[in-house]
């Protein structure tokens, strides 16, 4: 059992959690993420290591309330205690001295995006940190990422705060600028992370997207995680979850997320109606 040393609610819908998990913390490094399984009758699901505190044995992550486990766990209180957190899992992200290195998070991602920026500057990258958001109330952690990046340029949709637009409106930006562009990391939405690959790839921009199929075990075992990278299957449980953007068959992840869709909703609706939400 793993208990919740702290809750914080970032944004509507985003959720810290600071997880008690000294082994996890111990060994976890940028990019690598856990499979967590809230209670006897829960599912296991994959979250990214946001952060670590290895003096306290201590894991956050970032959730964002999409659907019935990741509500549950939204009703999860300090104190209160997760059954299953499986990790370090993953390989970790490629951290070197690549030049200028430019960090892409959208929503959620954007907690993902925090420790490989924090790498990446440390092994002496000049960091250029583009935080995407749909609006301004939904915005979080920019002063964190300002800590770690040389630049940080937030986005929001409708323009409530920011630049207005995409994350890749603020990357062509750069381009457009003849900024130097050594390295595109993006982690966020897959719609997200398509368009950035879409963008960049003309430019020649080395690309690496963190990839978010379907896991179920995450050790390699089944290949639910199974997705296409320059024509070969892969799984991203233990070849990835990060990938040559420009080689990931996009659609097919796409469609894949979507296999569950019907059974996600009847899930969801039953815990609500349980609940007396409904
Ligand atoms: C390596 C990896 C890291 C991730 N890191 C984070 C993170 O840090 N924060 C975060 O909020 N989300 C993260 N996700 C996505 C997260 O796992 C899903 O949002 C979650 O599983 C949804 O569960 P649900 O029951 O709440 O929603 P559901 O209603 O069951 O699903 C909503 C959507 O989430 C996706 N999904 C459902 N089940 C799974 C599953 N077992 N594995 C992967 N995707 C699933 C599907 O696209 C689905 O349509 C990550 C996914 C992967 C693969
Ligand atoms: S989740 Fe089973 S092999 Fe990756």
Not at 243 to 272: C, G, N, P, Q
């Amino acid at each position: 059992m793993y208990k919740i040393l702290r809750k914080e609610r970032l944004a509507p819908g985003i959720n810290l959690f600071e997880i008690e998990a000294p082994r996890v913390a111990k060994h976890a490094k940028p990019g690598q993420f856990v499979i967590v399984r809230l209670h006897e009758k829960g599912e296991r699901i994959p979250l990214t290591i946001a952060d670590v505190d290895i003096s306290k044995g201590s894991v956050t992550i970032v959730v964002q309330e999409v659907g019935k486990t990741t509500h549950e766990l939204g009703t999860y209180n300090e104190g209160d205690y997760i059954l299953d957190f499986l990790g370090p899992l993953g390989k970790p992200s490629h951290i070197d001295k690549f030049g200028t290195v430019v960090m892409v998070g959208g929503g959620v991602g954007v907690a993902e995006i925090y420790p490989v920026a924090k790498a990446m500057k440390e092994a002496g990258n000049y960091v250029i940190s583009i935080l995407g958001f749909r609006t301004r109330d939904l915005v979080f952690w920019e002063e964190k990422l300002r800590e770690v990046s040389d630049e940080v340029i937030v986005t929001t949709n409708d323009g409530s705060y920011g630049m207005k637009g995409f994350t890749t409106h603020a990357l062509q930006k750069l381009i457009d600028e003849g900024r130097k562009i050594d390295l595109v990391h993006a982690v966020g939405p897959v719609v997200m992370m398509k368009a950035v690959a879409e963008l960049t790839k003309p430019y020649g921009i080395k690309t690496v997207a963190s990839l978010n199929p379907i896991m179920v075990d995450g050790t390699g075992m089944c290949g639910a995680c199974r997705v296409t990278v320059g024509g070969e299957i892969k799984f991203a449980c233990v070849d990835g979850p990060e990938f040559d953007a420009h080689l990931v068959d996009w659609d097919e992840l796409m469609k894949r997320l979507t296999y569950y869709r019907d059974l996600e909703l009847i899930s969801f609706e039953k815990w609500k109606r349980e609940r007396g939400m409904i």
